[in-house]
C-alpha cells in the first residue's frame, strides 16, 4: 500500500487561493482576481503590439508591400483579440459584482459617434451603412461614461450582425420619461422573424458581446427586447432609467496659435543624450521598446525587477522611468514608493510611468497613489509611447 499523502505542487497553490477567493471572495477579491488575469493576458499581447508598431515604423527597415499589408492584418487581429480579452474580464467583473457605475454628465451624440467608430471596421466587412439620430442633437444624461459607450457599441455589433450584408442600419436615441431609449433598425434576413431565434444566433455568433450587453443593461435596471418593426425590420430597443442632465459639458477652449506637431517626440535641446529607463520582466517587450526608443536617439537603460529599476534609478537617474507594475522580487508599486522616498531630489524627481494590464480605473488610482507621474495602459502603441515622452522628458532636465 502506496501511504505517500498526495501533496499539492507548489504552483498550485496559488490557483487554489485564487478559485476560492473568486467563488467565495468579496467583490474587490474578485475584481483583483480578474484584474491580475487580464494583466497575464495583455502582457504576451504588449510584446506583439510593440513589435507589429515597430516593423510598421520601419524601425528595421522599410517593408514591401505585401509585407505591409500582412502585417497591418496582423495588427488588425490583435486589435480584435485585446477587445475581447478586455470583454472577458468586463462581464467576469459584472457577474462577479465588482464594477459600480460612476455617473456623470453625458453627451449623448459624442458616445454615439465613438460607439460607431468602434464598430466600423465590422459595419464595413459587412458592407452595412450607419445612419445616427440623436433627438434633441444636445442631449445629456447622468450615467457612467464609459459603460454607455459599452451599450451602444455592443447594441450597433449585434444589430449589424443580426442583417444581411448590404443594407443600412438606424440608430436612434432619445429621452422620455422612462429615460433613454436606444433603438436599432435594420433589414430582417428572413421574412419569418423570430426574437428567441436571433437572439440564440447571434449568441453563437458573439455570445460574449451578447452577455455583456444583457448584463450592462441589467447593471442599469434597464430592459432590452427584440421585435419585427414595419416591413420586416429587426428593431432592437434598451431603455435604460437615466435622467437627463443640465451640466454644461466642458468644451476645450480654441488655441489663438496652433503649434507645429511633428509624428515623432523631438529631443531635448540639451547636449546630454536622455536617459529612459524601462523596467519589465518580460524578455521580449524589454527588446522591442528598447529598440524603438534608441532608434529616436534615447539612451535606454533596462531593469528586470523592481529591485534592480530601484538601483539604476538611484545611480543613473534617468530622464524617465516605464515602470511595470507586476514584476519579481520586487513589484512596481513598491519601486515608485522607494523612489519617492529617495533624499536626492535629482532621484526623488523623476518622471515614472507605471505601466499595467490590469486597465482599470481603481488599478490607476493606485498607481497614481504610489507615485507614478502617469499611467499607460498595456499593451501600448508607438504614439502612446511618443505622447508620454513628449510630456515627460523636459529639456530643462540637467
Known amino acids: 500500500m502506496n501511504n505517500d499523502l498526495d501533496l499539492p505542487k507548489p504552483w498550485q497553490h496559488d490557483a487554489m487561493r485564487w478559485n476560492l477567493s473568486f467563488s467565495t471572495g468579496s467583490a474587490v477579491e474578485k475584481n483583483e482576481f480578474l484584474g491580475s488575469m487580464g494583466h497575464e493576458l495583455r502582457n504576451p499581447l ?31 487581429s490583435t486589435q480584435q483579440l485585446l477587445q475581447l480579452i478586455a470583454d472577458v474580464v468586463d462581464l467576469g467583473r459584472l457577474e462577479a459584482g465588482a464594477s ?24 464595413q466587412a459587412r458592407s452595412i451603412h450607419i445612419v445616427t439620430e440623436v433627438q434633441p442633437p444636445n442631449l445629456r444624461v447622468l450615467a457612467d461614461a464609459r459603460r454607455l459607450q459599452q451599450i451602444i457599441t455592443e447594441l450597433l455589433a449585434a444589430a449589424a450582425l443580426s442583417m444581411p ?29 423570430e426574437p ?8 453563437k455568433v458573439k455570445p460574449i458581446g451578447l452577455a455583456l450587453l444583457q448584463q450592462l443593461v441589467q447593471l442599469h435596471g434597464g430592459s432590452f427586447a427584440v421585435h419585427e418593426a414595419a416591413g420586416h425590420e429587426i428593431a432592437m430597443t434598451i431603455r435604460l432609467p437615466l435622467s437627463q442632465s443640465s451640466a454644461a459639458i466642458p468644451v476645450q477652449e480654441p488655441c489663438l496659435a496652433e503649434p507645429t506637431v511633428s509624428n515623432e517626440p523631438s529631443l531635448p535641446a ?13 524578455p521580449a517587450l524589454l527588446t522591442v521598446t528598447r529598440n524603438y526608443l534608441e532608434s529616436l536617439g534615447f539612451n535606454v537603460i533596462t531593469a528586470r525587477d523592481g529591485s534592480e529599476a530601484i538601483q539604476q534609478a538611484c545611480t543613473l537617474q534617468p530622464d524617465l522611468i516605464l515602470m511595470d507594475v507586476r514584476m519579481p522580487v520586487v513589484d512596481g508599486l513598491t519601486a ?15 518622471a515614472i510611468v507605471s505601466l499595467s494590464g490590469h486597465a482599470s480605473a481603481a488599478d490607476k488610482e493606485k498607481c497614481l497613489a504610489a507615485g507614478a507621474t502617469a499611467y499607460l495602459n498595456k499593451p501600448f502603441g508607438v504614439r502612446e509611447l511618443d505622447r508620454i515622452i513628449a510630456e515627460h522628458i523636459r529639456p530643462d532636465r540637467d
Not at 196 to 203: A, E, I, M, N
Not at 336 to 350: E, L
Open 46 to 76: 504588449s510584446n506583439i503590439v510593440a513589435q507589429v508598431e515597430t516593423l510598421l515604423e520601419g524601425v528595421y527597415g522599410p517593408l514591401e508591400s505585401a509585407q505591409k499589408t500582412a502585417v497591418t492584418a496582423i495588427q488588425d
Open 100 to 123: 459600480p457605475l460612476t455617473p456623470s454628465a453625458c453627451l449623448i451624440s459624442e458616445k454615439c459617434a465613438s460607439s460607431v467608430a468602434l464598430v466600423a471596421g465590422l459595419a
Open 165 to 193: 450584408t448590404g443594407g443600412q442600419l438606424r440608430l436612434r436615441l432619445t429621452h422620455d420619461d422612462g429615460g433613454l431609449q436606444l433603438q436599432t433598425l435594420g433589414s430582417a434576413s428572413q421574412s419569418s422573424f
Open 196 to 203: 428567441v431565434h436571433l437572439l440564440s444566433r447571434l449568441g
Open 270 to 282: 540639451s547636449s546630454r543624450q536622455p536617459t529612459i529607463l524601462i523596467a519589465d520582466d518580460q
Open 336 to 350: 515608485i514608493r522607494q523612489i519617492r522616498a529617495a533624499t536626492d531630489p535629482r532621484t526623488h524627481d523623476i
